[in-house]
Every structure is written in structure tokens, then in C-alpha cells.
């Protein structure tokens, strides 16, 4: 024991008597802190990295799955139920058209072009010659009638103030002759 005492008296003695070697020290200590310090760092900064790498690529796998399963899984569904149904039994079509504003739609409606295939298509132009010359003929036809009639009329007071009998009878059997035809 006594050999273990004496070793520890002169690496005392050799500490004290030597001031240097503790700042050579000091300087060991702090570099190795310092080392020490920066493998920490550097330590969390690959965990905090990998961590951030993980969760990405998470987010990443997820958003693949998502954008593959959800179309097909979303067919599926659709597929077997009536959407038709859905809707006439639970949408107020009425209340969607009375809250629309038509006018962008019918800004969007070609009238010059449907109105010139309607006219196009029912030949207006030969309609209205035909119904107006039939009006015209219709209003011919009355005018003559109603001139014979007058002209009758007339005939007939002249006749009168003149005492004829005969030309009246037979007038007006030529004038109703005329108006058959």
C-alpha cells in the first residue's frame, strides 16, 4: 500500500509543480467538450433531418395510396348507387333555377343563327306570300261582292225613281250569277 501512496504523493506533487500541464489540461477538457458538443449537434441535427425525411415521405406514400385508392374506391360506390334518385329525392331543382342568373347562358344561346334555321326551315317568306295574297284574295272578293251589292242597290233606286220593273228582276239575277263565281 505503501507503493500506491507514494504514486499518488508525486502525481500531487508533479500537478503542483506543474501549472502548465493543468492548463494544457484545461485546454484537453475544453476541446474534448467542445468535440463532445458538436457530435451533439451534429447528432440532433441528423435526428431532427430524419425525422423531417420520414414524415415527407410519409406524406409522400400517403398522398400516392390516397390519389390511387380514392378514384377506384369512390367508383365503386358511385357504381352501385342511383344518383338520380339521390337527387330527385333530396336537391329542390326549382331553387337552384330561381337562384340562377340565366343571362350569362343566354348570352351564350345563338338566336341570330336558330331564328335564320327556323325561317329556313318553314319557308317564311313563302308562308307569308301565301297567307297574305289568301287574305288578299278574301278581301277582294268581299270588296267585289260588296260593289255588286251596291251597284244593286243603286240600280235599284235608280229603277225605282224611274218606274222599271223588268231590269230590276233580272239585275239581280245576273249579280247573284256573278257572285258564285
Same mark, same amino acid.
Request: zero cysteines.
Given at each position: 500500500?505503501?507503493?500506491?501512496?507514494?504514486?499518488?504523493?508525486?502525481?500531487?506533487?508533479?500537478?503542483?509543480?506543474?501549472?502548465? $500541464?493543468?492548463?494544457?489540461?484545461? #485546454?484537453?477538457? /475544453?476541446?474534448?467538450?467542445?468535440? &463532445?458538443? &458538436?457530435?451533439?449537434?451534429?447528432?440532433?441535427?441528423?435526428?431532427?433531418?430524419? !425525422? *423531417?425525411?420520414?414524415?415527407?415521405?410519409?406524406?409522400?406514400? #400517403?398522398? /400516392?395510396?390516397?390519389?390511387?385508392?380514392?378514384?377506384?374506391?369512390?367508383?365503386?360506390?358511385?357504381? @352501385? !348507387?342511383?344518383?338520380?334518385?339521390?337527387?330527385? $329525392?333530396?336537391?329542390?331543382?326549382?331553387?337552384?333555377?330561381?337562384?340562377?342568373?340565366?343571362?350569362?347562358?343566354?348570352?351564350?344561346?345563338?338566336?341570330?343563327? !336558330?331564328?335564320? *334555321?327556323?325561317?329556313?326551315?318553314?319557308?317564311?317568306?313563302?308562308?307569308?306570300? $301565301?297567307?297574305?295574297?289568301?287574305?288578299?284574295? &278574301?278581301?277582294?272578293?268581299?270588296? @267585289? %261582292?260588296?260593289? !255588286?251589292?251596291?251597284?244593286? %242597290?243603286?240600280?235599284?233606286?235608280?229603277?225605282?225613281?224611274? %218606274?222599271?220593273?223588268? @231590269?230590276?228582276?233580272?239585275?239581280? $239575277?245576273?249579280?247573284?250569277?256573278?257572285?258564285?263565281?
Amino acid at each position: 500500500m505503501s507503493d500506491e501512496l507514494d504514486e499518488r504523493e508525486s502525481w500531487v506533487e508533479t500537478s503542483l509543480d506543474a501549472p502548465t $500541464e493543468a492548463s494544457a489540461l484545461g #485546454t484537453v477538457v /475544453s476541446t474534448a467538450a467542445s468535440v &463532445g458538443s &458538436g457530435a451533439l449537434g451534429l447528432a440532433r441535427f441528423a435526428t431532427e433531418t430524419s !425525422i *423531417y425525411l420520414v414524415a415527407e415521405s410519409t406524406k409522400a406514400i #400517403t398522398k /400516392s395510396v390516397l390519389d390511387t385508392v380514392v378514384p377506384v374506391a369512390v367508383n365503386a360506390i358511385v357504381s @352501385r !348507387i342511383d344518383i338520380n334518385e339521390i337527387v330527385k $329525392e333530396h336537391v329542390d331543382v326549382n331553387e337552384i333555377v330561381a337562384q340562377a342568373d340565366i343571362t350569362p347562358i343566354l348570352d351564350r344561346i345563338p338566336m341570330t343563327e !336558330i331564328a335564320d *334555321y327556323v325561317i329556313e326551315e318553314i319557308d317564311l317568306p313563302s308562308l307569308v306570300r $301565301e297567307s297574305t295574297g289568301g287574305v288578299a284574295d &278574301g278581301l277582294l272578293g268581299t270588296l @267585289r %261582292f260588296q260593289a !255588286i251589292q251596291t251597284d244593286n %242597290f243603286v240600280s235599284h233606286i235608280v229603277d225605282r225613281i224611274l %218606274f222599271r220593273k223588268e @231590269r230590276q228582276t233580272k239585275s239581280r $239575277e245576273v249579280s247573284v250569277q256573278h257572285a258564285d263565281i
